[in-house]
């Protein structure tokens, strides 16, 4: 063992890794969705402790009202910090913004505002802590709520203005005005840009989505079998592979059943492969209506078919059988040419625990070729020849690998 390894098992440090992630789960939560919206309220409460740092250093440099800098930062941080509260304790989940972004936002301006009144000849610096705040709608409101901000905010801060020419006889108006107008250009900027990223939110998004389903009709087409809508032969043996160790674990049973269009290749001969397709898109919807939700139709190839049908017995498999013969035999097909008639010839198999997929579906295609010579249009179900010696060494291989 390595000193790091040692390190790593060492129980303090287990200890330590459970306490700490036992108190970000106490703080944030230990659900995904509220995590996220929590930690985005504690950072927008990280962010005003750190405005309130500022006002209150310029209070204690003299450059703006002491008293008035810390009543400000009480407010202001209180604020936030009951609505980040009200976020983590789940409380605002039935409200339509449950991350209370758009509400926040407005406190935040709201305080940005009256902190550049109090301010004094330091105001100055507001606006860059307005920019945060700003920075925080583009990255997180829809358009109308940006729009509606950046109107709220420039009508807060001409209120701010008007009352410090109002009443402040010490301020030169040119200079307050000054002021507002960088305030105007800086929110219509702002505003502008949040909107433009918000279309590129919009974009982008809509490309994932775009991808996502692109990756998922390709995993569709990659599994499925054009023609017929049925699941390709590779699905199915991944399928295949799964019932089987279903069976070793004792869960599931499993039939097999080989299936072939009797005379197909007449049928492509005498009518031509349009017809042909057709008679394959026919058989396949005809199986699919007279078998359960839980049985499984793949095409293996051609005019070839294999069913899986699990947690069932060899006598309710056979019925199945039966009735999926019966509905092949009288299948119509509307555009078909005068006189064809299609048939099928089915081989069942039951796998045995341990057995090796190869072998039942060999035993199965043999009872369909016993069906063939039977005179076609049968069902034939394939006996185990003898006992598979194997077979328990096989079951234990598969539930070592499934262990592993």
Request: a neutral charge.
């Amino acid at each position: 063992m390595t000193e790091s390894d040692a390190a790593s098992s060492n129980p303090k440090d287990i200890n330590l890794c459970t306490l700490s992630q036992r108190g970000i789960d106490w703080l944030f939560s230990a659900d995904p969705t509220l995590r996220v919206r929590s930690s985005m309220a504690m950072l927008a409460v990280l962010l005003m402790l750190g405005s309130a740092g500022v006002m209150l250093w310029l209070g204690y440099t003299g450059l703006a009202p002491l008293q008035a800098m810390a009543w400000w930062s009480v407010v202001a941080v209180g604020g936030l910090t009951v609505m980040a509260a009200l976020v983590r304790c789940g409380w605002s989940a039935r409200w339509r913004d449950p991350s209370m972004t758009f509400q926040q936002i407005l406190w935040a301006i709201t305080c940005s505002a009256v902190a550049y009144v109090l301010a004094a000849e330091a105001r100055g610096i507001v606006p860059g802590l307005l920019a945060v705040t700003m920075l925080f709608a583009a990255l997180n409101l829809r358009a109308k709520q940006i729009v509606a901000v950046s109107l709220y905010a420039l009508s807060a801060f001409s209120l701010a203005v008007l009352f410090i020419i109002q009443l402040d006889n010490s301020t030169e108006p040119a200079l307050e005005i000054a002021y507002a107008l960088v305030l105007v250009l800086m929110l219509t900027g702002c505003m502008l840009l949040s909107l433009r990223l918000y279309q590129l939110r919009g974009r982008l998004r809509k490309q994932r989505q775009e991808l996502a389903a692109a990756l998922e009709e390709n995993r569709e087409l990659a599994s499925r079998d054009a023609l017929t809508g049925l699941i390709n032969r590779r699905h199915m043996r991944e399928l295949l592979e799964l019932e089987q160790r279903r069976c070793v674990r004792g869960v599931r049973t499993m039939l097999l059943a080989q299936m072939d269009i009797d005379h197909f290749k007449s049928i492509n001969d005498t009518y031509g492969h349009g017809v042909g397709d057709m008679a394959l898109k026919a058989f396949a919807q005809t199986v699919r209506d007279n078998i359960r939700n839980s049985d499984v139709l793949a095409r293996w190839g051609g005019e070839e078919f294999v069913l899986l049908l699990s947690d069932t017995d060899v006598a309710g498999a056979m019925l199945t059988l039966q009735r999926v013969r019966a509905a092949v035999e009288g299948t119509t097909m509307p555009d078909a040419p005068p006189g064809l008639q299609m048939t099928v010839s089915i081989g069942l198999a039951e796998h045995m625990a341990g057995e090796m997929l190869e072998f039942t579906l060999d035993r199965a295609d043999k009872a369909l070729y016993s069906a063939k010579r039977a005179g076609r249009n049968q069902v034939m179900f394939g006996e185990l020849a003898a006992p598979a010696a194997w077979a328990p060494r096989q079951a234990a291989a598969l539930c070592e690998e499934d262990a592993l």
